[in-house]
């Protein structure tokens, strides 16, 4: 069953990489096209520019844009963000799925021995908590909180254990390294626990 499973993410990585390659080559030309029509780089009243407006805008900057104006950016950047946002998007893309290709291979080799099936658990249980770490601080960066629809789980999950760091850990001016010191910590704790278990 697992064997079935791992190669069906193969088979879909396989068309997948080439997939996101193309869309994120036809984004960077739609929104270097259409950021040189917002600055002026490109005659906004040609036959391109036209066509970019047309056609490129609605399905590629005009989302973001909206977002953008909304949150106080600049109208003009609005291309270059959505670039980026396509091509974040697919390597999380490409990277989730070959993440659970690997840990399909770890629970298949952790079936054949019992003992190594609680320390795949364990792992996982960590990794979460890694994830969510990382997920808190990326909301921190683009302004998202602990009680924002996107963002809420990774402050349930992790915030019993900041709690007490950052009572104890000063920050550096201005700088919060509890979430460091956690992030760090976990991976120590993890693998104190998973050495215990194997022996």
Do not use: C, H
Not at 4 to 13: H, R, S, Y
Not at 30 to 58: K, N
Not at 141 to 162: A, D, I, M, N
Not at 164 to 184: C, E, K, N, Q
Request: proline fraction near 5%.
């Amino acid at each position: 069953m697992i064997e079935v499973l791992v190669g069906a993410l193969d088979t879909l990585l396989f068309f997948l990489r080439p997939t996101v390659f193309v869309f994120g080559a036809v984004a960077a030309v739609g929104a270097a096209g259409s950021w040189a029509v917002r600055t002026r780089r490109l005659s906004p009243f040609s036959g391109a520019a036209r066509f970019i407006r047309e056609r490129i805008d609605p399905w590629l900057v005009a989302p973001m844009e909206r977002r953008l104006l909304r949150a106080g950016g600049t109208p003009t950047s609005a291309p270059l963000w959505a670039l980026a946002v396509v091509i974040l998007g697919g390597l999380l893309l490409i990277s989730t799925i070959q993440f659970l290709r690997n840990e399909l291979i770890m629970l298949f080799m952790a079936s054949q021995s019992g003992s190594s099936l609680i320390a795949v658990l364990i792992r996982w249980t960590f990794s979460i908590l890694r994830i969510a770490l990382f997920a808190r601080v990326i909301s921190s960066w683009v302004g998202g909180g602990p009680y924002s629809k996107w963002w809420r789980w990774s402050y349930q999950l992790t915030e019993w254990f900041l709690a007490p760091l950052r009572s104890v850990i000063p920050t550096i001016g201005m700088i919060d390294i509890s979430v460091l010191v956690a992030y760090f910590g976990l991976g120590i704790l993890e693998s104190v626990i998973v050495n215990a278990l194997m022996r």
